[in-house]
């Protein structure tokens, strides 16, 4: 019952800035760690940013200065700053989160279905 949805991908020139955001919805009672990762085509699936419940935050060494990641606990959302954008960061954005339901408890990992990012040189 529990999905994650990304949206804000899209086609920038290099340079340019997007904002990624992912909302999870379903019988959610907390979200441990919330983050994205991404893919560019053959290649594999690589962490972007994470982002803890309590505000720790990780990065790609790529990324660093560059992104910033966010979260709004009280709507279940994470969100992706990317500026300066380059043509290598190019890929599928993925959200991934590790939740537990009400009434469960133990923690499961989940992923949503991803959204493209393609930047222009």
């Known amino acids: 019952q529990v999905q994650l949805v990304e949206s804000g991908g899209g086609l920038v020139q290099a340079g340019g800035s997007l904002r990624l955001s992912c909302a999870a919805s379903?019988?959610?009672?907390?979200?441990?760690?919330i983050g994205w990762y991404h893919q560019a085509p053959g290649k594999q699936r690589e962490l972007v940013a994470t982002i803890t419940s309590a505000g720790s935050t990780k990065y790609a060494d790529s990324v660093k200065g560059r992104f910033t990641i966010s979260r709004d606990n009280a709507k279940n959302t994470v969100y992706l700053q990317m500026n300066s954008l380059k043509p290598e960061d190019t890929a599928v954005y993925y959200c991934?989160?590790?939740?537990?339901?009400?009434?469960?408890?133990?923690?499961?990992?989940?992923w949503g279905q991803g959204t493209q990012v393609t930047v222009s040189s």
């Open positions: 991934n989160a590790d939740i537990s339901q009400i009434g469960v408890l133990a923690f499961y990992n989940y």
């Open positions: 379903g019988n959610i009672f907390y979200i441990r760690t």
